[in-house]
Each structure stands twice: as structure tokens, then as C-alpha cells.
């Protein structure tokens, strides 16, 4: 069964306008929320993170939000730029153990 | 460069044929993963490490499947009698412990094809 989903499996946004990218969750003893960015031929890299303690963590152009009630998590990218354009991952981890759990990814495209 | 290392990036190997991957983590870091990634998939957790003790396996983990730490530092995986179905990118990863909540770093990975 499939944890973490991310049912938009594509997103196209303009350049210079905000990209909103969603996960669902339906395990309820998941505490730590990750989201990844992936270059084709490449490995993950992390992007931002959240503990299930908090409701929002931002970091530059990156926020995350958290809806605990909901199970629910996005990602916010403002202003997007040409260079965000990647697959983008979802991620979270339970109570009591560090392994990730993944969804299966949004392809992003900032066209200009 | 003291990223997450994985070697080889590419493996082409014929069906019955044993591959060995090797990962070197991030100096600092005690914890290290491995993952396995396929076509429109996210990676799938496959093992972990915190130094030499192998801490869990999933059960996507065959008996075809064995992953080592003899030290504590580099991790080896090694897929004995490949599959075509073996065929995917495989992920390493490495963090530091000490309670959770501390991100993951990955390599660029392993693609390995089953021909």
C-alpha cells in the first residue's frame, strides 16, 4: 500500500510564479516530513524538512506546510526559476526509525 | 568533495551474473541506507546501517541480496544471480544519529541493467 502518494505526477509553471507541489500520507505514526529534488541520472538532493511538531518550516524560496489533521503536506516554491525544473519527492519517516518512505514524485517544469 | 559516494554509476551485467556496489557515506555520519529506485517510482527502502550493525532489511530484500559494513565506514551491496527484474538505480544515503529528524544525504547512485 502506498503511504505517501503524490497524485500529480506533472506541473507546469510559469517563471516568476508560485509552484505548489502536494503529498498525502496516511500513516499516522509518521513524525518528519522531507521533500527531495532529482536531476535526471542524478541522486536525490534534499530540499527542505518538517517535524510534525511545527506547521511550516521556510527557507529561502522553499516553504513547507503541514496539515497534520489532514495528512496533508505541500511544498512552495516562490519565485519558481528555469533551474527548479526537476522530479520532485516527497518523503517521510515514523516514530522510532529513520527510514524514508517516498512517493512516487512530481515532475516540475518553469518554462520561461 | 565529502558528499555521499557510490560506485560504479553504471553496471551493465548479464542474467546470473553477481554485482557489488560499493557506497562511501559522508565522513561524519553513522547511519547509512540503501535504496532502490525504479522507472516512475520513488526510491524504495531496501536496508540500513548505523555503523557496522545492520539495523533493518526490508523484505524487498531477497536472500539474492546482502549488504555489508564491516567498519562501520563503506557499505557494500551485493545482488548474487541478477534478474532482469533487478534492473534499477540503486540509492545510498547517509546521516548522522542521534534521535530522529535528521535528513538524509544521497549518492548519485548505481543504475545497474539486467541484460
Known amino acids: 500500500d502506498q503511504q505517501v502518494k503524490q497524485n500529480s505526477p506533472s506541473l507546469s509553471v510559469q517563471e516568476g510564479r508560485i509552484s505548489i507541489l502536494n503529498c498525502d500520507y496516511t500513516n499516522s505514526m509518521f513524525d518528519y516530513f522531507l521533500w527531495y529534488k532529482k536531476y535526471p541520472a542524478e541522486g536525490p538532493t534534499f530540499l527542505i524538512s518538517?517535524?510534525?511538531?511545527?506547521d511550516k518550516n521556510e527557507d529561502g524560496r522553499f516553504t513547507v506546510f503541514l496539515n497534520k489533521s489532514a495528512k496533508h503536506l505541500s511544498l512552495h516554491i516562490v519565485p519558481s526559476q528555469p533551474g527548479d525544473s526537476a522530479v520532485y519527492f516527497c518523503a517521510a519517516s515514523a516514530i522510532g526509525t529513520d527510514k524514508l518512505i517516498f512517493g512516487t514524485g512530481t515532475r516540475l517544469q518553469v518554462f520561461p | 568533495d565529502t558528499g555521499v559516494s557510490q560506485d560504479p554509476r553504471h553496471k551493465i551485467t548479464k542474467r546470473g551474473q553477481n554485482v557489488t556496489f560499493r557506497c562511501d557515506p559522508i565522513s561524519e555520519h553513522n547511519r547509512l541506507y540503501w535504496y532502490r529506485q525504479t522507472l516512475g517510482q520513488g526510491p524504495e527502502f531496501l536496508t540500513y546501517?548505523?555503523?557496522?550493525?545492520?539495523?533493518?532489511k526490508s523484505r524487498l530484500l531477497s536472500n539474492r541480496f546482502s549488504a555489508e559494513r564491516p567498519k562501520g565506514s563503506f557499505s557494500t551491496l551485493e545482488i548474487q544471480r541478477t534478474e532482469q527484474g533487478d534492473s534499477a538505480m540503486y540509492l545510498c544515503a547517509s546521516s548522522r544519529s542521534g534521535g530522529s529528524n535528521t535528513e538524509a544525504f544521497f549518492g548519485q547512485g548505481t543504475r545497474l541493467t539486467v541484460v
Open positions: 518538517i517535524s510534525s511538531i511545527k
Open positions: 546501517f548505523q555503523n557496522e550493525a545492520q539495523l533493518e
